[in-house]
């Protein structure tokens, strides 16, 4: 399977991104879907996911009630809508995929909120 990120760029506090990952290779509908982020010098971390059946949704504390994550099985492609971005989302976002013991990453896209 293939997960290409994009979207990403350098944005100014308070602002928004809508990062987009689109697929190929695998049967989109039946996984589940992730965004990471890793900032330089830190581990990297789950940020939202977004499950098959049904599109229930988990977020990390840090960004919940600023960012939505979102699927368009037909398109084969996950979204993460970043509203209010912060100075501490600046990382490298990563694309996931799961479905049982089959797991597929994207290579990432880098965010950056600065003024």
């Known amino acids: 399977g293939q997960l290409v990120e994009s979207g990403g760029g350098v944005v100014q506090p308070g602002g928004s991104l809508r990062l987009s990952c689109t697929t190929s290779?695998?049967?989109?509908?039946?996984?589940?879907m992730s965004w990471y982020r890793q900032a330089p010098g830190k581990e990297r971390e789950l940020v939202a996911v977004?499950?098959?059946?049904?599109?229930?949704?988990n977020y990390a504390d840090a960004v919940k009630g600023r960012f939505t994550i979102s699927r368009d099985n037909a398109e084969n492609t996950v979204y993460l809508q970043m509203n209010s971005l912060k100075p501490e989302d600046t990382a490298v976002y990563y694309c996931?995929?799961?479905?049982?013991?089959?797991?597929?990453w994207g290579q990432g896209t880098q965010v950056t909120v600065s003024s």
């Open positions: 996931y995929a799961k479905f049982g013991p089959n797991d597929y």
């Open positions: 977004i499950r098959s059946a049904g599109s229930r949704t």
């Open positions: 290779g695998f049967t989109f509908s039946s996984y589940a």
